[in-house]
């Protein structure tokens, strides 16, 4: 079982910047995938980014395209999201996710493990 901690939201205003962090503890493999999805008051939960543990590679919905970036530092055990730019429909909890199939699902079911999220909120 993977646990999963973020950090790093709050209150920002249109345009600026803010890193979330997800700290990775338990037992992972380089075939998994780490993802970051958000959800908004009364919409579904929805994919952001996602990044594959071994090899890096990265997927990213089209509306934060140039704006966001997901990394991983496999030494640490975390993974970020870089987010620039910030829009106030950025607007949402920001879930950090974990699942054996890599990097490429998008749909919440595909991941096994998530952390408790973070709030993030851009004021206009």
């Known amino acids: 079982q993977v646990q999963l901690v973020e950090s790093g939201g709050g209150l920002v205003q249109a345009g600026d910047s803010l890193r979330l962090s997800c700290a990775v503890s338990?037992?992972?493999?380089?075939?998994?995938?780490m993802g970051w999805f958000r959800q908004a008051p009364g919409k579904e939960r929805e994919f952001v980014a996602g990044?594959?543990?071994?090899?890096?590679?990265?997927d990213y919905v089209d509306s934060v395209k140039a704006r966001f970036t997901i990394s991983r530092d496999n030494a640490k055990n975390t993974v970020y999201l870089e987010m620039n730019s910030l829009k106030p429909e950025d607007t949402a909890i920001y879930y950090c996710a974990a699942g054996p199939y890599g990097v490429g699902p998008r749909r919440p079911m595909s991941y096994d493990s998530w952390g408790q999220g973070t709030q993030v909120t851009v004021s206009s």
């Open positions: 990044i594959s543990w071994g090899d890096g590679r990265t």
């Open positions: 338990g037992r992972t493999f380089s075939s998994y995938g």
